[in-house]
């Protein structure tokens, strides 16, 4: 296992020459997390900064079995999609949507909830964890475009527009209480009554299982399991390393900071992700 002390681009080093080695035999399979989305101004869970730090984040017991809870979340989300909608991809996302191009990967699966990856060009992302850009109906099961949803909310709530220092990666901001009750939910427009979830996997929510079972047949297909910006510290990816290792499939690691697969790695690298993968890109995907 090798590690990479960030250097600058165009440098010699080991650890990066081995993951080059590694991707330029193709077959690599992406398992990207928040890490990689930090630099386009979206937090993480368990970074040195993360989320997870200074808050609790909403389980999907809460959501679904508070009236009061939900409330709270979507005038939270409301007026945290506006920093979620804006995010751009950054650099890192970019490398990703090359090394694809250039036919070095056989999949992308994210953790990520941004939709950065397809912003970037990428192709046939699976979205672990859902993407924030929908609204499922818990009632009829009708799946809403957010976009088409702010808009309702927005002619519900003319006026509600706190500011907010802090957006969480699962999209809601924080606020105040005493400034929850002057928020306004919309129902589903397609039955009229049910109520809405981001279409995202809270904590404490199963991945679907046909969801997962996507994602297990891409790995035994590929050449070797490539982690970016995840500390694998949740089952839902830190299994497709343990599953990769079982199999003999090479992984790589490149992340900012210690994982949970690190003793699983036969490549890791300790560097920005901003560096690290227009680099590799520069390289194989010229």
Known sequence: ?????????????????????????????????????????????????????????????????DPRGRHRYWARSFVGWRQIAAARPNAGHRAVAELQRAGLLSGVITQNVDGLHQAAGARDVVELHGGLDR??????????????????????????GPRVDEVNPDGDAELPDDVLDGFVMVDCAACGGGPLKPDVVFFGETVPRPRVDTCFRQLEGAGSLLVLGSSLTVMSGYRFVLRAAKLGIPVAVVNMGPTRGDAKADVRVDAPLGAVLPELAARLAP
Do not use: K
């Open 1 to 65: 296992m090798s590690a990479l002390d960030t250097a600058p681009s165009g440098t010699a080093d080991p650890a990066l020459d081995e993951l080059a080695g590694l991707v330029a035999g193709g077959d690599v399979l992406v398992l990207s997390g928040a890490g990689l989305s930090t630099e386009s101004g979206i937090p993480d869970y368990r970074g040195p900064s993360g989320a997870l730090r200074r808050h609790t984040p909403m389980t999907y017991q809460t959501f679904v079995r």
């Open 135 to 160: 609204a499922v109906c818990l009632g009829c099961g009708d799946v809403a475009d957010r976009a088409t949803l702010d808009a309702r909310l927005r002619a519900a709530n003319p006026d509600f």
